[in-house]
Nanobody, 116 residues
């Protein structure tokens, strides 16, 4: 099971940290992606981290968001700084096994709203 949390209301320029915690399997054997879906828009992958720690970011969040792993807590984080109203969306994490990409999990969404 994958549990996403940490969403909420933030002001423009503010910060939030999202967490994606796994239970029942070890995230270190999975590539993790953070996705978001804004109202009326398609789902967008905004960041990912490989099992070895390589990271990638969408241009829309590059320089503002940071993805990281904590193996001891079996959790992946998304630190979101300098938030903008256009970051408002439901955020989802996804885990894909490095051994078999048919093995994958989605967390439930956590809502992020950026508004003054």
């Amino acid at each position: 099971q994958l549990q996403a949390s940490g969403g909420g209301l933030a002001q423009p320029g503010g910060s939030l940290r999202l967490s994606c915690a796994a239970s029942g399997f070890a995230l270190r054997y999975y590539a993790i992606g953070w996705f978001r879906r804004a109202p009326g828009k398609e789902r967008e992958e905004i960041s990912c981290i490989s099992e070895s720690g390589n990271t990638n970011y969408a241009d829309s969040v590059k320089g503002r968001f940071t993805i990281s792993r904590d193996g001891a807590k079996n959790t992946v984080y998304l630190q979101m700084n300098s938030l903008k109203p256009e970051d408002t969306a439901a955020y989802y994490c996804h885990a894909r096994s490095v051994f078999d990409d048919r093995v994958n999990y989605w967390g439930q969404g956590t809502q992020v709203t950026v508004s003054s």
